[in-house]
């Protein structure tokens, strides 16, 4: 089992964001189509919920829960690691909604693993509300690829 601080998680979700930050970026210069620009606006939303979440905090606590150490199990069998969810350079719209997804689903689990440890309160506070916001996006994000309008 790894140790990792909740600073080296935000790190992981950024790396994600900005593969997805270049792919709408192609995409918007390339598609007429208005399902792939309103889902690139829903998925650009995104990371601003995590930064809503942790603006709610003073600094001291932003600074004091970024060092909190947790506990990572990084070969998790019950679905992807964080560390593997990837987005093709030419990814479809399916594929980026598919990795938006597993990205949830593993940040989800993340996050519940994160409450299940003995950490202060401020931070199983934070990872319960992130918790609740990567659980509606992975419903929002479902029932948009059941639509299919891709």
Do not use: W
């Amino acid at each position: 089992m790894a140790v990792v601080t909740v600073a080296d998680v935000l790190k992981e979700a950024e790396r994600f964001e900005h593969m997805l930050r270049d792919y709408y970026a192609r995409v918007s210069e390339r598609t007429t189509r208005e399902g792939v620009r309103l889902l690139a606006d829903y998925m650009s939303r995104h990371r601003a919920r995590i930064a809503e979440a942790l603006d709610r905090l003073s600094g001291a606590q932003v600074r004091r829960i970024f060092l909190a150490p947790l506990r990572y199990q990084p070969q998790d069998a019950n679905g992807p690691r964080l560390e593997s969810v990837e987005l093709p350079r030419q990814a479809t719209a399916a594929e980026v909604l598919d990795a938006a997804i597993a990205f949830d689903e593993c940040l989800i689990r993340l996050y519940r693993q994160v409450v299940r440890q003995p950490v202060d309160q401020e931070v199983k506070e934070l990872f319960e509300s992130l918790i609740r916001r990567e659980e509606r996006d992975e419903i929002e994000l479902k029932k948009i690829k059941a639509m299919d309008y891709f």
